[in-house]
């Protein structure tokens, strides 16, 4: 009987949204938040990847000066929608301008410690990590993913956004104009990231392709194809 009676937890929603520095930056009040849990909630938005910062060229994190605001969202998207799911967004862009940088040991460090930073501090439920570009093979995105995940708490939520397969060879499908045909990952590839990752978001909008129905057969291309990876 007692059973019956408790307060069960509320469902997740299974929907994800990234949002951006409006929200991380700026103070808040706790009406305006709620507000935006009821419109999350309403689109059965569950997991939400929110801005931190990213690594500059001279590899200092852009944004220090907001932390503050940033650790004080985390704590009052929390306190107004528990279920939730809420992942620090960091970003790598992987040329600072001179060149390739992610096979750097100081650089990866460096995200491994923000990344502690992002959830032992300012108390998000996880990383959201987006490194870019990262083409197909690329053992030093895999090797970064490791690091981050080992110096994070057990069971600590790790995503990534992750490109779509730009130009597939042998596909009926549009492929963006620009783009060197056969850049794609290879399903080990893909594999291999998903066993190190709990969340993949496939960066399908970011086709190139200006037709609706052209944008349809893509989007559906990359579920297919990354799903049955």
Not at 127 to 139: A, K, Q
Request: hydrophobic share 40%.
């Amino acid at each position: 009987v007692l059973g019956r009676l408790r307060n069960d937890t509320p469902e997740r929603p299974p929907n994800a949204l990234w949002i951006g520095t409006e929200w991380t930056y700026e103070t808040h009040d706790d009406e305006a938040v709620e507000q935006l849990v009821a419109d999350l909630r309403e689109r059965k938005i569950g997991t939400i990847y929110a801005w931190v910062s990213w690594l500059e060229p001279d590899e200092t994190w852009r944004g220090v000066d907001n932390f503050d605001k940033v650790s004080a969202f985390a704590e009052q998207f929390k306190r107004l929608y528990p279920e939730s799911e809420l992942l620090g967004w960091i970003s790598l862009p992987v040329d600072d301008g001179g060149g390739y940088r992610l096979d750097q040991a100081d650089v990866q460090e460096k995200v491994v410690q923000f990344s502690q930073t992002t959830v032992e501090e300012f108390k998000f439920d996880g990383v959201f990590l987006n490194i870019e570009p990262v083409w197909d093979g690329d053992d030093n995105f895999l090797s970064l993913v490791r690091q981050v995940r080992a110096g994070l708490p057990e069971g600590t939520l790790i995503g990534a956004a992750i490109p779509p397969d730009w130009s597939p060879l042998n596909a009926d499908i549009p492929v963006p104009p620009l783009i060197v045909p056969g850049t794609v990952w290879e399903d080990s590839y893909k594999q291999s990231a998903a066993l190190l990752l709990d969340q993949m978001a496939i960066m399908t909008y970011n086709s190139g392709l200006s037709s609706s129905s052209d944008y349809t057969l893509w989007t559906a291309y990359q579920v297919r194809t990354f799903a049955q990876a």
